[in-house]
T-cell receptor, first 115, second 117 residues
Framework: AQSVTQPDIHITVSEGASLELRCNYSYGATPYLFWYVQSPGQGLQLLLKYFSGDTLVQGIKGFEAEFKRSQSSFNLRKPSVHWSDAAEYFCAVDFMDTGRRALTFGSGTRLQVQP | DGGITQSPKYLFRKEGQNVTLSCEQNLNHDAMYWYRQDPGQGLRLIYYSQIVNDFQKGDIAEGYSVSREKKESFPLTVTSAQKNPTAFYLC????????????????FGDGTRLSIL
């Protein structure tokens, strides 16, 4: 069955440090991939997406993600974290050929930024 | 500005009562979605609709109902059959990719927090 896994429930980094949030999926083909960010009590905002082509995609707020087919992964990265990046981050996958015309979300990773 | 409006922001339900959450979009999107968010569980799909007067059950549809009478509106009713309705509810919309396979990114409203009195 198709699934999305975010192995890290909670991550703490220092301001200015680099960040990598992990996302793995289970699927027999290449899906469409998304990363969203959610501030407390708010909706989700799209950071970036991958449909095809270059496996390194750039997003908003200085984030990037790399699709690795061999590892079924789509990890989110940022070279230098700012205090305003503290939020919850969700990986989402569109398993296009299953008849489920909606995204499947991971359980999220909560990012805390230390001064 | 285009966007998705969810109302109310906070809602309280008494035992045995049905309540309806509103979701309106002015993005001219064909597809609309309802998700339930609980701490540590991410977003779980309740219902979705890709066209007016048609909708499909998601992963946790029991105890919920929806309608799609207008393209702009996709209200969610939490019925008394939903025994644990306390959660944060998110509505989203998207266009559909040409050819019907796959979805464009979803746009989200700011959510409704439902609590039980």
């Amino acid at each position: 069955a198709q699934s999305v896994t975010q192995p890290d429930i909670h991550i703490t980094v220092s301001e200015g440090a680099s960040l990598e949030l992990r996302c793995n999926y289970s699927y027999g083909a290449t899906p469409y991939l998304f990363w969203y960010v959610q501030s407390p009590g708010q909706g989700l905002q799209l950071l970036l997406k991958y449909f095809s082509g270059d496996t390194l995609v750039q997003g908003i707020k200085g984030f990037e993600a790399e699709f690795k087919r061999s590892q079924s992964s789509f990890n989110l990265r940022k070279p230098s974290v700012h205090w305003s990046d503290a939020a919850e981050y969700f990986c989402a996958v569109d398993f296009m050929d299953t008849g489920r015309r909606a995204l499947t979300f991971g359980s999220g990773t909560r990012l805390q930024v230390q001064p | 500005d285009g966007g998705i409006t969810q109302s109310p922001k906070y809602l309280f339900r008494k035992e045995g009562q049905n309540v309806t959450l509103s979701c309106e979009q002015n993005l001219n999107h064909d597809a609309m979605y309802w998700y339930r968010q609980d701490p540590g569980q991410g977003l779980r799909l309740i219902y979705y609709s890709q066209i007016v007067n048609d909708f499909q059950k998601g992963d946790i549809a029991e105890g919920y109902s929806v309608s799609r009478e207008k393209k702009e509106s996709f209200p969610l009713t939490v019925t008394s059959a939903q025994k644990n309705p306390t959660a944060f509810y998110l509505c989203a919309s998207s266009t559909l990719r040409q050819g019907g396979s796959g979805n464009q990114p979803q746009h989200f409203g700011d959510g409704t927090r439902l609590s039980i009195l």
